[in-house]
């Protein structure tokens, strides 16, 4: 008689395919937390657990599953897993850290388009005068050859956004915590944190969940920025203080901030950035592509070969032991 095969829960949204492979393999059950009681009774039972953004791995549930084995994390971020939770209790960790990237650096970069180029759309016609006045508004105050891009973070996507950058001719400084190899700079230039501050004209954020970039961004470090800049976020809501950006936008209206994350998601009537006028809030669309959702869906192959015994390709470790 064969062995029983694992069970494995599934809380969140996959890759039709990527499902269907995994259920060839293990017992596969899509529940999601909410279910309750059916999803406790899983949960007593699963040796396998694949989620995305909004299921938290932590002590208590870790608690109630004695059998888990296996987290898979269909993404790259790991700030919903409680990884020393996890260590402590045997239980190994996957992801796709690099499944994303291509989809977040394309749309950074359409978004800081939008704000740098403005592209009217016309459903009419309009007369000469209000066309020429149109065709005046929509002058773009620089090139991107004209500009310096300032990265916080030069991981995988930072990296991409400086290769990009230099198609376009745009002056790249970055500041990170690691010495990054000149080879894989693009011509992108390290320099320390005021500096990038100072001189950049777009400040573009690419920072990991670590605990010390809560409100990273905060009214000192706004303080020494740009009157015109233009701030984008893509990487974590809780990278900046909010309360800060809203003063340092009301004061500055030059300077933009366009935000694809936020804390909490979703935002609510609460926030201070809510119906500023030099501000755009977008519903975390990073890596929203059906390639980039089908990429990280494949984390089922490492959630697999722990199940059966084998080396996962990506095993996330905690901190403390890196």
């Known amino acids: ?59 208590a549930l870790l608690d109630r599953a004695p ?20 260590a402590s209790r045997g239980v190994t960790v996957v992801h796709t850290p690099d499944a994303n990237t291509v989809a977040v650096v394309e749309y950074v970069w359409a978004l800081m388009l939008d704000a740098l180029r403005p592209r009217p759309s016309l459903s009419e016609p309009l007369a000469l005068t209000e066309w020429k006045s149109l065709r005046r508004d929509c002058i773009a105050s620089h090139q991107l050859a004209d500009l310096t891009l300032g990265l ?22 970055y500041n990170d ?52 800049m233009l701030l984008v976020n893509a990487s974590r809501g809780f990278v900046i ?5 809203a003063a340092f936008l009301a004061a500055r209206p030059a300077a933009r901030a366009v935000l694809d994350v936020h804390e909490p998601e979703p935002f609510d009537a609460e926030s201070p950035l809510v119906g500023m006028a030099n501000v755009r809030l977008l519903p975390h669309l990073g890596a929203a592509t059906a390639t980039a ?10 959630v697999w070969s722990v199940l059966n015994g084998e080396a996962a390709e990506f095993a996330a470790v905690p901190a403390t032991t890196r």
């Open 1 to 59: 008689m064969s062995p029983a095969r694992p069970l494995v829960i599934q809380t969140e949204h996959l890759d039709a395919s990527c499902a269907a492979w995994l259920a060839e393999r293990c017992n596969l059950h899509q529940c999601a937390p909410e279910e309750g009681a059916r999803f406790e009774q899983l949960l007593a039972e699963a040796s396998g657990l694949v989620i995305r953004t909004y299921t938290r791995v932590d002590a």
């Open 67 to 86: 059998r888990l084995k296996v987290v898979g994390r269909a993404g790259v971020g790991l700030d919903n897993v409680d990884l020393e939770a996890c």
């Open 241 to 245: 203080d909010d309360r800060a950006l």
């Open 177 to 228: 915590l690691l010495e990054i190899p000149e080879s894989r700079r693009s011509g992108a230039t390290p320099v320390p944190l005021d500096t990038l501050l100072r001189d950049n004209h777009v400040l573009s954020l690419h920072v990991d969940g670590r605990a010390t970039n809560r409100h990273f961004i905060d009214a000192g470090k706004l303080g020494r920025c740009r009157d015109e």
């Open 293 to 302: 959702h089908r990429n990280m869906s494949w984390v089922v192959r490492d």
């Open 152 to 173: 916080l973070g030069f991981g995988r996507v930072g990296q991409r956004m400086a290769r990009i950058a230099a198609a376009f001719d745009t002056r790249v400084i």
